[in-house]
């Protein structure tokens, strides 16, 4: 107990248990989640209890901490929600039925099998093995510039492929990328 001026100043919480409970079930609507809820409320306001003020309304600071902690949980619940939601999302547009993911890369394959020899080589060297351009120009005993250049034709072939198949550019680009360099 402090005395302050003549009159006793308590950091009483225990007196005010039944005024939390009963404001955290009105809250929750739930008796479990309310005895959550008031530890997790007591817990901040053990940790905070260095800012309450000795003749300040011991009960109001607990009710509210009660309802920060409340609005809180609430708030974090949603943004879960959201992000759940958000993958849910990106997994189902990134999962497309089995058959046609095999159409799909039966259509690569072919395009790249269609490709001219000395495009494909240069593509696959790039793209597919993952070497560098100076690598592949070694390996195929030809200038960088022109492994460029090739490089360069066979991604605007797949690309035309692309568009003849009906299919917008920025839908072609989704399905279809190549690694090795800039494909604009």
């Not at 300040?56 to 708030?75: A, E, K, P």
Request: hydrophobic share 40%; no cysteine.
């Amino acid at each position: 107990m402090i005395m302050k001026k003549g009159k006793p100043s308590r950091f009483d919480v225990v007196g005010q248990l039944g005024v939390l409970r009963r404001y955290a079930r009105s809250l929750t609507r739930d008796q479990a989640n309310a005895e959550d809820l008031v530890q997790d409320a007591l817990l901040k306001a053990y940790e905070r209890r260095k800012t309450f003020k000795p003749d300040g309304d011991m009960r109001g600071w607990l009710l509210s901490i009660v309802h920060n902690t409340f609005i809180d949980g609430i708030r974090s619940k949603r943004s879960e929600e959201r992000r759940n939601e958000q993958v849910a999302y990106l997994a189902q547009q990134s999962l497309a039925a089995p058959q046609e993911n095999a159409v799909r890369l039966a259509q690569v394959r072919s395009a790249f099998l269609h490709l001219p020899e000395d495009q494909r080589a240069a593509l696959h060297l790039v793209s597919i093995e993952g070497l560098s351009y100076q690598e592949a120009a070694d390996t195929l005993g030809i200038p960088l510039g022109t492994l460029m250049s090739r490089i360069g034709r066979a991604r605007a072939t797949l690309r035309s492929m692309e568009e003849r198949t009906g299919e917008t550019r920025a839908s072609a680009a989704s399905h279809l990328k190549l690694v090795g360099g800039k494909d604009d």
